[in-house]
T-cell receptor, first 107, second 115 residues
């Protein structure tokens, strides 16, 4: 079983919709990361958090340490948000990645 | 400030041929990672360097894969000979470890296709 599970695997939304991507993990972590990967492979770090909530523009990330769960929210989604969103956790000087959620936002 | 640089961006080779990927991390970052990402999956760690020392290479297929980071700066990952199953995106990342600064910065990746 993968230490990091994401859902949904694929998500299609209409422009303007509120989007939620979920991540559950099974190990004790020092930090959780949300990453964005566009076609072509490059990965960009969106958030690194160890508690509570962070907001950057239309993106919001929350984490519940007790429940070992995190969510990434996108408000007022736009076609340029279309990408793969990856949840990753840091623990024991190591990092584990979820399989990613492929988001497609249609105009 | 320049990010993590990787080259080439794309590589197509025939099976049994050798291939090498190069990575230059962000200046000052002491930790360098090589990942392999198969289609539809998250990255999987191949090797992690702390300066010039490989501190975690447990997932590196050592019969055909090798890596080096001789001066603790840039790094090369080699596959010899390549197999069809090696087709993937090879990602390099770097970080400044210590004092909780373990955020990794990723390069654009090298997309390898083995025919």
């Amino acid at each position: 079983k993968n230490e990091v599970e994401q859902s949904p695997q694929n998500l299609t939304a209409q422009e303007g919709e509120f989007i939620t991507i979920n991540c559950s993990y099974s190990v004790g972590i020092s930090a959780l990361h949300w990453l964005q990967q566009h076609p072509g492979g490059g990965i960009v770090s969106l958030f690194m958090l160890s508690s509570g909530k962070k907001k950057h523009g239309r993106l919001i990330a929350t984490i519940n340490i007790q429940e070992k769960h995190s969510s990434l929210h996108i408000t007022a989604s736009h076609p340029r948000d279309s990408a793969v969103y990856i949840c990753a956790v840091s623990f024991n000087n190591d990092m584990r990645f979820g399989a990613g959620t492929r988001l497609t936002v249609k105009p | 400030e320049a990010g993590v640089v990787q080259s080439p961006r794309y590589k197509i080779i025939e099976k049994k041929q050798p291939v090498a990927f190069w990575c230059n991390p962000i200046s000052g970052h002491n930790t360098l990672y090589w990942y392999r990402q198969n289609l539809g999956q998250g990255p999987e760690l191949l090797i992690r360097y702390e300066n010039e020392e490989a501190v975690d290479d447990s997932q590196l297929p050592k019969d055909r894969f090798s890596a080096e980071r001789l001066k603790g700066v840039d790094s090369t990952l080699k596959i010899q000979p390549a197999e069809l199953g090696d087709s993937a995106v090879y990602l390099c990342a770097s970080s400044l470890r210590g004092q909780g600064r373990d955020e990794q910065f990723f390069g654009p990746g090298t997309r390898l296709t083995v025919l």
